[in-house]
């Protein structure tokens, strides 16, 4: 239920991290909703910045959060974190 969509150009390393943050974030978002995700999206644009789209569809409802920071994982956790408190 999760897509990773850009992330193809990470070293092994790098996409582990993001696959055990990501897969935490969901959990949790799981047990604050009450419910399985049905899909959560993250799209990475790699320009000079890190930029992370977001697209969380859980109970019919849709939550969508963009985040831009350097640092990938930084913008990968502000991002996943903003889909939480939205839930």
């Known amino acids: 239920n999760i897509k ?3 992330f193809n ?3 092994a390393g790098s996409l ?3 696959k055990k943050i ?4 969901a959990r949790k978002i799981s047990e604050k ?8 999206s993250l799209e990475l644009k ?8 977001s697209s969380l569809k859980i109970k019919d409802k849709t939550l969508n959060a963009e ?3 350097i ?9 996943l974190a903003k889909l939480l408190k939205e839930v």
């Not at 909703?33 to 959560?40: F, K, S, T, W």
């Not at 790699?46 to 789209?53: E, L, M, R, T, Y």
């Open 67 to 69: 985040v831009t920071d």
């Open 9 to 11: 150009d990470l070293d």
């Open 16 to 18: 582990i991290v993001v």
């Open 71 to 79: 640092n990938l994982f930084y913008a990968l956790d502000k991002a």
């Open 46 to 53: 790699n320009d000079a910045q890190k930029s992370i789209n």
């Open 33 to 40: 909703a009450q419910a399985d995700v049905d899909e959560l």
């Open 4 to 6: 990773l969509v850009g």
């Open 22 to 25: 990501t897969g935490n974030y």
